[in-house]
């Protein structure tokens, strides 16, 4: 027989269950609203900074020469590798294996929240990039090949979103119990999220503010992707439920 503590859920999923499904439903729009509005609200404050050329600025430009001064050949070689798991190329590889897996084991939810997080955030970087046209370190055309604009940081973005909705999957599809696994997966997730943007800073490709951008933005576009999906979801569930 499995101890007692096996079958008991941990305090969080016991609490959602005692819930009212409407009351369970509020709640997650509430939280995901929130999220939305303190995004928001970074992401206006740095690009406020960065369009006034304020103190923010000065310390950019300082990073970015000194990682540039300080950077080895080794160092070069091994970020450029990370950086290229940020890239839009490998998170278009990703897109698609989860996208086919998820066709081909009939996830439509999941497979929703792929192409709706991929997609718009792609869209919305290119826009921000467009509309705000910050240009790159004085430095990024040493590891760059053509122009692209500075700000947000289109690699931090796309590996928050990639590598963020992959560890959702995962966990959701096995399903994933244990609390030390999920714990692994997302800390796994969060390391080579964490990666991609040290890589664009210590190649000086991007400044520190563009990085904190692309994950502000990135943070947001899953927020509302995510709120949207579950509202859609909770609301059949509730249509579907027999009167009391």
Same mark, same amino acid.
């Not at 740095?46 to 990682?67: C, G, N, Q």
């Not at 070689?77 to 084991?105: D, E, T």
């Given at each position: 027989?499995?101890?007692?503590?096996?079958?008991?859920? %941990?305090?969080p999923?016991?609490?959602? /269950?005692?819930?009212?499904?409407? /009351?369970?439903?509020?709640?997650?729009?509430?939280?995901?609203?929130t999220?939305?509005?303190?995004?928001?609200?970074?992401?206006?404050a740095?690009?406020?900074?960065?369009?006034?050329?304020?103190?923010?600025? =000065?310390?950019?430009?300082?990073?970015?020469?000194?990682?540039h001064?300080?950077?080895?050949?080794?160092?070069?070689?091994?970020? *450029?590798?990370?950086?290229?798991?940020? $890239? %839009?190329? /490998?998170?278009?590889?990703?897109?698609?294996?989860?996208?086919?897996?998820?066709?081909?084991?009939? +996830?439509?939810?999941?497979?929703?929240?792929?192409?709706?997080? !991929?997609?718009?955030?792609?869209?919305?970087?290119?826009?921000?990039?467009?509309?705000?046209?910050?240009?790159?370190?004085?430095? *990024?055309?040493?590891?760059? +090949?053509?122009?692209?604009? $500075?700000?947000?940081?289109g +690699?931090?973005?796309? $590996?928050?979103?990639?590598?963020?909705?992959?560890?959702?999957?995962?966990?959701?599809?096995? %399903?994933?119990? &244990?609390?030390? @696994?999920?714990? @692994?997966?997302? /800390?796994?997730?969060?390391?080579?999220?964490?990666? #991609?943007?040290?890589?664009?800073?210590y190649? @000086?490709? =991007?400044?520190? &503010?563009?990085?904190?951008a692309?994950?502000?933005?990135? #943070?947001?576009?899953?927020?509302?992707? !995510?709120?949207?999906?579950?509202?859609?979801?909770?609301?059949?569930?509730?249509?579907?439920?027999?009167? %009391?």
């Open positions: 027989m499995k101890p007692l503590a096996e079958h008991t859920p %941990p305090p999923r016991r609490l959602i /269950a005692r819930l009212d499904p409407r /009351a369970y439903l509020t709640l997650h729009v509430i939280i995901g609203l999220v939305c509005v303190l995004t928001c609200w970074l992401f206006a740095i690009l406020d900074s960065v369009e006034e050329k304020d103190v923010l600025v =000065h310390r950019d430009l300082a990073l970015a020469s000194w990682f001064l300080n950077g080895t050949p080794l160092g070069d070689r091994f970020f *450029a590798i990370v950086s290229l798991c940020g $890239s %839009p190329v /490998a998170m278009a590889i990703l897109f698609f294996a989860a996208v086919a897996y998820l066709w081909k084991r009939h +996830h439509p939810t999941l497979l929703t929240a792929w192409v709706l997080s !991929f997609v718009g955030g792609t869209l919305l970087d290119f826009a921000m990039k467009e509309i705000i046209r910050r240009p790159r370190p004085e430095f *990024a055309a040493l590891f760059l +090949h053509g122009d692209s604009w $500075s700000f947000p940081s +690699h931090s973005m796309g $590996s928050l979103i990639g590598y963020s909705m992959l560890a959702y999957t995962i966990i959701h599809l096995r %399903p994933v119990q &244990s609390t030390g @696994a999920r714990v @692994a997966i997302w /800390a796994g997730a969060a390391i080579m999220i964490a990666l #991609v943007g040290y890589s664009r800073l190649l @000086a490709v =991007h400044f520190l &503010s563009d990085v904190v692309g994950y502000t933005l990135g #943070v947001l576009w899953l927020a509302v992707c !995510f709120t949207g999906l579950h509202l859609v979801n909770r609301r059949a569930e509730l249509r579907r439920a027999p009167a %009391p």
